[in-house]
T-cell receptor, first 116, second 117 residues
Framework: DAMVIQNPRYQVTQFGKPVTLSCSQT?????MYWYQQKSSQAPKLLFH???????NEADTPDNFQSRRPNTSFCFLDIRSPGLGDAAMYLC???????????????FGPGTRLTVL | AQKVTQAQTEISVVEKEDVTLDCVYE???????LFWYKQPPSGELVFLIR??????QNEISGRYSWNFQKSTSSFNFTITASQVVDSAVYFC??????????????FGTGTQLKVEL
């Protein structure tokens, strides 16, 4: 089945120790998104890739970076995690044409990050 | 700025009851899309429905139905004959075009639905 896969499902890191979360997709979608969802809150968009073009949200801290080496994979790097970065990180994909069509986003199961 | 309001934080019902989840949105766009997603305890957001601003027809899919009313900026979701498996957090979301392509979802704060035996 075509899907969005996130590894690992649970990640524990130490305060200030860099961590990388990964996302892969078999849907061949051209857009990939990263969301942060803190406990009992709505998902918040951090950034997205439209093909190879990176689009950062204005309020995303510099501590968060992303890489998309190819269509299938996208990584979220947290350079120096703080206690406030503990959250669920959700990866999503969608297929968008030249004219935005507001297609539904397909989400992975998320990676729950704990910062000690 | 776009905004989605889900005033009901938590709803508890007994199995087989009908339940309606409310969603009110704000946007200045004339073209927009509305979505509902389900988030079970496992964490994955599951897409339920997408509706564009020009289509106000109600939609029914099995036990699920949606009522879209532009006049009141509402997009409510009803589950008929609820089941324990319906227990989850339900998010309403509004889509806007993002600079650089893609579309940006603005989520409401979610409604936790608990269905008990």
């Amino acid at each position: 089945d075509a899907m969005v896969i996130q590894n690992p499902r649970y990640q524990v890191t130490q305060f200030g120790k860099p961590v990388t979360l990964s996302c892969s997709q078999t849907l061949n979608h051209n857009v990939m998104y990263w969301y942060q969802q803190k406990s009992s809150q709505a998902p918040k968009l951090l950034f997205h890739y439209y093909d190879k073009d990176f689009n950062n949200e204005a309020d995303t801290p510099d501590n968060f970076q992303s890489r998309r080496p190819n269509t299938s994979f996208c990584f979220l790097d947290i350079r120096s995690p703080g206690l406030g970065d503990a959250a669920m990180y959700l990866c999503a994909t969608s297929r968008e044409g030249f004219l935005v069509s507001y297609n539904e986003q397909f989400f992975g199961p998320g990676t729950r990050l704990t910062v000690l | 700025a776009q905004k989605v309001t889900q005033a009901q934080t938590e709803i508890s019902v007994v199995e087989k009851e009908d339940v309606t989840l409310d969603c009110v949105y704000e946007t200045r766009d004339t073209t927009y899309y509305l979505f509902w997603y389900k988030q079970p305890p496992s964490g994955e957001l599951v897409f339920l429905i997408r509706r564009n601003s020009f289509d106000e027809q109600n939609e029914i899919s099995g036990r699920y139905s949606w009522n879209f009313q532009k006049s009141t900026s509402s997009f409510n979701f009803t589950i008929t004959a609820s089941q324990v498996v319906d227990s989850a957090v339900y998010f309403c979301a509004l889509s806007e075009a993002s600079t650089g392509g893609g579309n940006k979802l603005t989520f409401g704060t979610g409604t936790q639905l608990k269905v008990e035996l």
